[in-house]
């Protein structure tokens, strides 16, 4: 019998004369997420691909259903998509998930699970301390509406949940003790779960989310206002989000009739849809207002790159996927003063911010836009400079990278990382409430 002989590969030695180090494996993460769209969706997948896939092997699972999953498959992710996992409180589903969770994490093993949203954080958290998963990270997208306000009343936002998700402040705050890191995605909220005691002081770190820079139009094409029925030549006012009543649409469209009564040549436009969709429509017309309801659309970048000014009137909000993407455009920004909104709009630098339910306060700054254009454009061009630098998927993955390393033990978690640069505040909340205040 004959036998084939290799040659013996070259031995590789350090500058020390010893062979390297073997590479270490590589870490399973899973991301759990109750929908994987929107601000929140758009931001797990960026995080889940831009990691290392040389030290990480990431996985998402999710909902069934929603515009993202084809993104993560074409992009190499490993996704599980779930019938269960629902938004609202189904106990029945709600228990379903749990167990298909369990039985994910035992059969694949994962080194971390990184949740995302309430639903997936309770159900997700629950599944890793039953997987007795070595690390638990959950990543705070906003303030809910359950929590209380920062300080310490009841919030004004009962009429943006259902009576079922009341009982998630009960859960969040029982289910920190099995949360290794949290991440928020601004200084803001990352206060404001602290004082919600959703979140545990000194185990929470700030990971902007990231906005894909590249896929950003900043000049509007030629023909964009056209195509959506909008005069050559009229102001456009726009804003993207859901239809619902987080993002309080109702109240843009009573901005718009006092914009229209001052500047009876102004166009409006809503891109999204939601439940809200139809109230906001007819209340359109019995105020008699030019509002243009886009519905979803494949081309939001170029319609948001027409925008004369882009406007937010959401009643909470972490920062906003569509206004990170709306400020790296270059567009005039006018805001709801909510949340993780004024860590990125700085009055008269980056936009200007109005009191949330303040459709009058909305629209005098509106005007200002349309009326002072030199300076709105100054704006919108230093925002764009700030979102650039701030939100990038780089610095976002070089983060959580810092965030797994040192909860694996890796290295340690000490001074600011490449956010804080960028944030004029610590990166990591340490101590006590009054640190946190300070």
């Known amino acids: 019998m004959s036998r084939t ?18 590479p270490l494996p590589r870490v399973k993460v899973l991301h759990v997420i109750t929908r994987l769209d929107a601000g929140a969706g758009g931001n797990t997948l960026v995080s889940a691909v831009g990691m290392d896939r040389g030290r990480y092997e990431v996985w998402i699972a999710g909902a069934a259903g929603g515009p993202l999953w084809k993104d993560a ?27 298909a969770l369990v039985r994910l994490i035992r059969r694949e093993r994962f080194g971390i699970v990184h949740l995302h949203s309430a639903k997936a954080g309770v159900l ?45 402040l009960f859960l969040e705050r029982a289910l920190r003790p099995l949360t290794d890191r ?17 979140a545990t002081p000194g185990r929470i770190d700030i990971a902007a ?23 050559d030549g009229a102001p456009l006012i726009g804003s993207v989000g859901r239809l619902d009543a987080q993002k309080a649409p109702l109240d843009f469209v009573h901005m718009a009739a006092e914009v229209h009564r001052r500047h009876p040549e102004a166009r409006f ?55 990170t993407e709306a400020l790296a455009s270059g567009r005039p920004v006018v805001a709801t003063a909510v949340d ?35 300076e709105a454009a100054r704006m919108g ?6 979102v650039c630098e701030l939100f990038s998927p780089a610095r976002l993955c070089s983060t959580l990278d810092e965030i797994y390393s040192a909860a694996l033990g890796l290295v340690p978690l000490a001074g600011p990382g490449p956010v804080a640069a960028a944030i004029p505040t610590s990166r990591r909340v340490r101590g006590s409430v009054a640190d946190v205040l300070s």
């Not at 638990?136 to 079922?164: C, E, F, I, K, Q």
């Not at 009137?313 to 996927?321: A, I, M, N, P």
């Not at 061009?381 to 700030?386: E, V, Y």
Request: glycine share 10%; charged share 20%.
């Open 209 to 231: 989310s990231a906005v894909d820079i590249d896929g950003i139009a900043v000049h509007a094409r030629a023909g964009v206002a056209a195509a959506l029925g909008v005069p």
């Open 5 to 22: 002989w290799m040659p013996t590969p070259a031995r590789v030695v350090d500058d020390a004369g010893l062979p390297p180090a073997p």
């Open 182 to 198: 949290f991440v928020a995605v601004s200084p803001t909220v990352a206060r404001d779960a602290v004082l919600a005691r959703v």
């Open 381 to 386: 061009a230093q925002a764009r400079t700030s």
């Open 340 to 374: 993780g909104v004024v860590d990125v709009v700085v009055p008269g630098a980056t936009g200007l911010l109005a009191a949330p339910r303040d459709p009058s306060g909305l629209a005098e700054r509106v005007c200002w836009m349309l009326e002072h254009p030199v």
């Open 124 to 168: 997700g958290r629950l599944a890793a301390a039953l997987c007795r998963v070595p690390v638990v990270v959950y990543t705070l997208h906003g303030r809910d509406p359950w929590w209380p306000a920062p300080d310490g009343r009841v919030n004004d936002l009962g009429d943006t949940m259902s009576g079922g998700l009341r009982s998630f």
């Open 269 to 323: 436009v809503m891109i999204g849809e939601g439940e809200l969709a139809r109230a906001a429509a007819g209340l359109a017309q019995m105020l008699d207002v030019p509002v243009i309801f886009a519905g979803q659309r494949s081309d939001v970048a170029d319609l948001v790159a027409a925008f004369d000014v882009f406007v937010i009137s959401s009643l909470y909000e972490g920062v906003g996927r569509a206004l």
């Open 73 to 99: 498959h074409r992009q190499g992710i490993r996704t599980v998509e779930m019938t269960s996992l629902r938004r609202e409180v189904a106990p029945v589903d709600d228990l379903k998930a749990l167990v």
